[in-house]
């Protein structure tokens, strides 16, 4: 059984000019032990699933429509107190905003500690030799010396890490990773990769790792989801949708990256922006930047069906005709 | 063809003091612990051309960066912007109002309580370069254009936008000054590929149109590959081989450089393990004698442990490596 269900999940914004659906109808599922990568544009709605997820959207965001089973229970429909309690424990998160999850009044140290100690039964002196551990696990140099430094003596890198080992410390069976590894130099993103592949193999921890390099997915997840104007667009296992992807934004982005090998005048680029929320076309919510549009796809909005060996919303591709 | 330096730094070292408070240190008996974050560094920056700098998290980067936008003071050494002393430069305001930077961390370095459009336009204020409503609106809508976000959401408070948004704002602020020298830490590492080729692009038509200078800091060796003309890399706060980016990239004659090449995952590496790299960084609080790479180098000999390697020349390029001085690097 999936240890994390999500279906058909809506996430609005009311303002005063109107409701603003910034996720549509979104669907997936995590198995124990599996690493799902989350990839897309930016301002897809990548964080704000996660959010959904550990029920921190920011009023007046809410859930519209739709559930999240966690475990075989429902907890999008979750009090505060309920849903605090299951967040650290069960679920921990990695912001994609390291300094707002960081006190900066409190020790490095001292954070561990505390976030052990809510969750796990531990005397004062073996949180403090964990939280040593836990930041030698995320490879902070002289850790024992530095365990008590404030986070703004920190590079921008190592506080990233410093927020990685408070959401794993008290050994949660879920973990939503934005942007784990953005500020991180290869070499420790290396590390942090093999750390989180590590808690998948071993422990069964699964994660949602949302980052928009691909490098990272390829090397660290199991499955990804493309997500694009708050859909998902698809889905499938890593090789597929890194390999041949079927969607024409995945294949866009795929062809974005930049590569090690030659300097080029120019980098490929998606032409156009993605939508804003108050202006998405009707049907195919890429239509109005992909290359091969068909006047279906202005009018219908494709549902996320097999597609070749991977599920895409796309008519094109649908049914395997590619 | 000119080669006006815009920016040099000479034996530049910023220390941080680390020591714990006074009085519990005197109880202790414990020295101070200085941190030397960046510590003898020097290059030159060529007008209309970009410097990079990597290295591994920790090792200086974004201290290098405030250094060279006058925000922190060097504890020694000296740093002149268009022949300058930075101190004079930054007393000028036409020289100030010509550097500026983009900060690693967008989030911190908006301001929450402003509007999106008060924000961008705050440096043509500040600087006065546009004085009606109307022609500053213009500007601040075209900024945004710029980099893929509307002219409509400078209506919008900084929390409205997602991570790589942010990080957009950030660069349209950057650019409303109309600086000539850029410090970009990190510009675009909350940015998926396609918006990151767009700023990407967007950052090289402006330098090949307005002949911007940058000093360009990023984790990611691609994007550092496709900016760059010259390319400084950085362990434990000195720069261990700088010249050419595309000499650099194509032989590195550095056993770190050749260290950090490797370790670049890839999109053809679809669930392959990572050869990680051996070793951690060591302490900057007390970093190891002689060459402060030798206990991750496999040619670390005795002369290596003991013995600070200099610059040597190698071409264009310059290299602190007793291995390659001696010609036992291959
Ligand atoms: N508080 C809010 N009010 C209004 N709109 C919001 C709010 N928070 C997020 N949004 C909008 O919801 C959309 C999705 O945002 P989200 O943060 O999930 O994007 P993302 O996919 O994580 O992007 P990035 O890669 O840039 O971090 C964006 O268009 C954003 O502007
Ligand atoms: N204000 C400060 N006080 C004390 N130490 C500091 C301070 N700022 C930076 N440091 C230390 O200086 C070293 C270099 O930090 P810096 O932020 O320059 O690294 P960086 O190369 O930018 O790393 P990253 O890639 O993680 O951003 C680190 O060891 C850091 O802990
Ligand atoms: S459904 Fe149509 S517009 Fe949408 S991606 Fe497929 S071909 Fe393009
Ligand atoms: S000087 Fe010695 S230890 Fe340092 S990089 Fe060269 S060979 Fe390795
Ligand atoms: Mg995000
Ligand atoms: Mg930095």
Excluded at chain 1, 33 to 40: K, N, R
Excluded at chain 1, 262 to 285: H, S, Y
Excluded at chain 2, 128 to 149: A, F
Aim: net charge neutral; aromatic share 4%.
């Amino acid at each position: 059984m999936a240890l994390l269900e999500v279906s058909q999940l809506c996430v609005e914004f009311p303002t005063r000019r109107g409701t603003l659906r910034a996720l549509d109808n979104i669907s997936f599922g995590i198995e124990p032990g599996e690493i799902l990568g989350v990839v897309g544009e930016s301002g897809a709605g990548k964080s704000l699933t996660g959010s959904a997820i550990i029920g921190l959207l920011e009023p007046p965001g809410r859930v519209a429509s739709g559930q999240i089973i966690f475990d075989g229970k429902r907890i999008d429909n979750l009090d505060q107190e309920a849903m605090r309690a299951i967040r650290g424990r069960h679920i921990g998160a990695i912001f994609q905003d390291p300094l707002t999850t960081l006190d900066p009044l409190m020790s490095v140290g001292k954070q561990l500690i505390e976030t052990m100690q809510t969750h796990l039964k531990l005397s004062d002196r073996d949180a403090k030799a964990r939280a040593i551990q836990w930041l030698e696990e995320v490879g902070i140099p002289a850790a024992s010396e530095r365990v008590f430094a404030y986070p703004h003596q920190f590079s921008g890198g190592m506080r990233q890490r410093v927020v990685i080992a408070l959401a794993l410390c008290a050994e949660p069976r879920l973990v939503i990773a934005d942007e784990p590894t953005t500020a991180l130099d290869v070499s420790i993103q290396a590390q942090i990769i093999t750390l989180m592949r590590r808690l998948a193999a071993d422990h069964g921890t699964s994660i949602m790792l949302v980052t928009h390099d691909m490098g990272v997915i390829a090397e660290t997840c199991d499955r990804v989801a493309v997500m694009y104007a708050g859909r998902i667009v698809e889905i499938g296992p890593v090789e597929n949708v890194v390999r041949s992807p079927q969607h024409p934004y995945t294949e866009g982005l795929m062809g974005s990256i930049p590569s090690l090998e030659a300097r080029v005048a120019r980098l490929r680029q998606i032409d156009g922006a993605m939508p804003r929320l108050n202006a998405i076309p009707q049907g195919c919510a890429f239509n109005p930047r992909c290359t091969k549009v068909m006047d279906r796809c202005r009018e219908e909005r494709p549902d996320l069906l097999p597609a070749g060996t991977t599920e895409a919303a796309c008519f094109l591709v649908q049914g395997g005709a590619r | 063809m000119s080669s006006r330096i815009v920016l040099e730094a000479n034996d530049v070292a910023r220390h941080f003091d680390v020591s714990r408070p006074a009085l519990q240190r005197l109880l202790a008996g414990e020295k101070k612990r200085i941190l030397r974050a960046v510590d003898g560094v020097s290059f030159q920056i060529v007008a209309g051309e970009t410097l990079s700098l990597v290295g591994e998290s920790g090792c200086g980067k974004s201290t290098m960066a405030r250094l060279a936008v006058g925000l922190y003071a060097p504890t020694q050494g000296s740093i002149t912007f268009e022949g300058q002393a930075m101190h004079a430069a930054l007393a000028d305001a036409s020289l100030r109002r010509k550097m500026n930077m983009i900060f690693q961390d967008p989030y911190a370095s908006l301001n929450p309580r402003w509007r999106v459009r008060d924000i961008v336009a705050e440096p043509i204020k500040a600087f006065k370069l546009l004085s009606s409503r109307k022609d500053i609106e213009d500007r601040v809508g075209q900024l945004l254009t710029q980099v893929g976000l509307s002219a409509h959401d400078g209506e919008k408070f900084p929390h409205e936008f997602s991570g790589g948004q942010r990080q957009r704002i950030s660069i349209a602020r950057a650019l409303s000054s109309e600086p000539e020298f850029l410090v970009c830490d990190e510009p675009t590492s909350a940015l998926d590929v396609s918006v990151q080729a767009q700023i990407l692009n967007l950052m090289r038509d402006l330098q090949e149109r307005l002949g911007l200078t940058y000093l360009f800091i990023s984790h990611n060796l691609a994007v550092v590959r496709h900016m760059s003309d010259d390319l400084g890399v950085m362990y434990l706060g000195r720069i261990v081989e700088q010249g050419p980016a595309e000499e650099i990239f194509r032989t590195p004659r550095h056993p770190y450089t050749r260290l950090l090449l490797d370790a670049i995952p890839d999109i053809s590496a679809v669930g392959r393990q990572r050869t990680p790299v051996g070793g951690e960084v060591p302490s900057p609080i007390s970093p190891p004698s002689g060459c402060t790479f030798h206990p991750r180098c496999a040619l670390a000999n005795d002369r290596c442990k003991a013995e600070r390697p200099l610059e040597t020349k190698v071409g264009d390029v310059a290299v602190a490596c007793h291995a390659v001085q001696e010609g036992r690097a291959a």
